[in-house]
């Protein structure tokens, strides 16, 4: 039986991955610290139910996604990556359209 603190360690990690987050990028949308972020991806610290919501809404999933075991895991990380997609093509297209108007007021 695998533990929770591990559980919630690589979903962690597979969630970040997912949507290209650094420890540190993640630890700045939670508001909290890099070791921290550290600190309970290497199961050395359990945060408490009002970071797990944090650091769950700052990737964009439910808190219990992060809880879940590797049989729900590939397809809320499917599901991530579609949305991170979607947002990057969002970006880009919108990045391109405003470089092209510069150009064209030159």
């Known amino acids: 039986m695998t533990n929770i ?4 360690a690589k ?3 597979a969630y970040r991955g997912a949507f290209g987050f650094s420890q540190a990028k993640l630890a700045e949308k939670v508001d909290t610290s890099t070791h921290y972020i550290g ?3 290497t199961q050395n610290n359990f945060p408490s139910p009002e970071m797990l ?3 769950a809404l700052a990737l964009g999933i439910d808190t ?3 809880l879940a075991t590797e049989s729900n895991l590939p397809k809320s990380i499917k599901t991530c990556r579609k949305i ?3 947002d990057i093509k969002r970006f880009i297209g919108s990045y391109i359209d405003d470089k092209l108007n510069e150009l064209e007021k030159e």
């Open 53 to 55: 919501e944090r650091i």
């Open 84 to 86: 991170a997609l979607k």
């Open 39 to 41: 600190m309970i991806e």
């Open 11 to 13: 979903n962690m990690k």
């Open 5 to 8: 603190r591990e559980i919630l």
């Open 64 to 66: 219990l996604d992060l």
